[in-house]
Structures are given as structure tokens and as C-alpha cells.
């Protein structure tokens, strides 16, 4: 089955500054690539997504980019505001899956 | 509430109750997830109905049993549960199966003691 790395774990930078997470995943076969935030008590809501025939996707401050050949993706925010500080996952769906796996989660902390 | 609401929030049980989750969703959606969330792990799915057939089930435990007698419900049954089973319970719905984004619920907060 698929399996997903993701890093760092605890991300702390400065308001304004940017901040990248990076996800691998192990399935060549996987075909679409979400990221959640979740913030603490909350229900995880999808911020942007990118599917295997794209190379990145943009949204206002966030970004996604991904690498078929390296079986990479990572999240950009830019000009990060207080409101992002969150815990943010990325997830892919495996070939013939139904479900997605996800990785294990970023804390990120923006320090004022 | 709209989308996808949990019933109960909050759970508290001892090891030899039957308890059961619920969740409906009111999107008119197809397909539903079970997917469990533990302290420093990642969330793990569970089981996926699509169209009210169970699709996946990711080598759950058998005290752990899904029901869906609709395709806008979902139920967990628990039974004999062990402590280190506490966690968030979330269910999530979509489209179809095939669709890509998923819809998340609130979530029940499982306490096995």
C-alpha cells in the first residue's frame, strides 16, 4: 500500500516569512495529492490539492508543487499570517484506492 | 449544521461496553470514510462504503464494525474496545468513491478506560 513522509514536524517562522512542508509518498500508481489543515479542535479542511498531471497549483499564498519522478510534493504559504498556525497534512491517493493515506502532520507555528 | 455532522462529540467508555458512532452527511453525497486519528500518528483510514457498499477495510479489528444503511449514514460499532483505541473518530463523505476531495466531519473524541 502507499506510505507517506512528511516533514518537519514542528515548523516555527516568522509572520510575513514563508514556510514549505514536504510530503514523499511511495506509490508510482498515486494520482492525487491533498493538503488538510487542521486547527486544534477542528475538523480537517482542505486548503489546496494537485493531481498527477500537474506540476504545481497556485491559490493566492499558498502553492503546491509536485515531483512524479522524485515522489515529492511540498506546501509554500507566503506572507504567513497568525491565522495559519495550524497543523497541516499532506495525503496522496494510491492507485485503485479509495481512501487517502496521510502523513503525520506539521505543526506550524507563526511567531509574531 | 450543514455538511458532515458526528453524533456523540465526546464518548467515554469502559472495556466491556457496546457503544456505536454515528455520522450523516447532508451533501448528498455517495460515498463515506471511517478514519481513525491518534496522538503523533497519522490519521489512518479505516473503511470506505461507496454507494453503500463497503469498499475498503483497512485491516481493522473485528470490535471494530461498520454499518451503512444509506448512503447519507454511517455507523461504528464498538465492542470490547482496549484503551490504546482511544482517539478521534472522524468520518468524511465525497462525491463518489472516484471523486477526489473529501468532506470532513468534527469528529467523536473516543475514551477507552
Known amino acids: 500500500g502507499e506510505n507517506v513522509e512528511q516533514h518537519p514536524s514542528t515548523l516555527s517562522v516568522q509572520e510575513g516569512d514563508s514556510a514549505v512542508i514536504k510530503c514523499t509518498y511511495s506509490?508510482?500508481?498515486?494520482?492525487?495529492f491533498p493538503w488538510y489543515k487542521q486547527e486544534l479542535g477542528k475538523r480537517p479542511q482542505l486548503i489546496i490539492d494537485i493531481r498527477s498531471n500537474v506540476g504545481e497549483k497556485k491559490d493566492q499564498r499558498i502553492a503546491v508543487t509536485l515531483n512524479k519522478t522524485a515522489k515529492h510534493f511540498s506546501l509554500h504559504i507566503t506572507e504567513t499570517q497568525p491565522e495559519d498556525s495550524a497543523v497541516y497534512f499532506c495525503a496522496a491517493r494510491g492507485g485503485g484506492a479509495d481512501g487517502l493515506t496521510f502523513g503525520k502532520g506539521t505543526h506550524l507555528i507563526i511567531q509574531p | 449544521e450543514t455538511g458532515v455532522t458526528q453524533t456523540p462529540r465526546h464518548l467515554v467508555m469502559g472495556m466491556t461496553n457496546k457503544k456505536s458512532l454515528k455520522c450523516e452527511q447532508h451533501?448528498?453525497?455517495?460515498?463515506m470514510y471511517w478514519y481513525k486519528q491518534s496522538a503523533k500518528k497519522p490519521l489512518e483510514l479505516m473503511f470506505v462504503y461507496n454507494f453503500k457498499e463497503q469498499t475498503e477495510n483497512n485491516s481493522v479489528p473485528s470490535r471494530f464494525s461498520p454499518e451503512c444503511p444509506n448512503s447519507s449514514h454511517l455507523f461504528l460499532h464498538l465492542h470490547t474496545l482496549q484503551p490504546e483505541d482511544s482517539a478521534l473518530y472522524l468520518c468524511?463523505?465525497?462525491?463518489?468513491?472516484?471523486?477526489?476531495?473529501?468532506?470532513f466531519g468534527p469528529g467523536t473524541r473516543l475514551t477507552v478506560l
Open positions: 451533501l448528498g453525497h455517495n460515498a
Open positions: 468524511a463523505s465525497s462525491p463518489s468513491a472516484t471523486y477526489n476531495e473529501q468532506f
Open positions: 506509490d508510482s500508481a498515486s494520482n492525487y
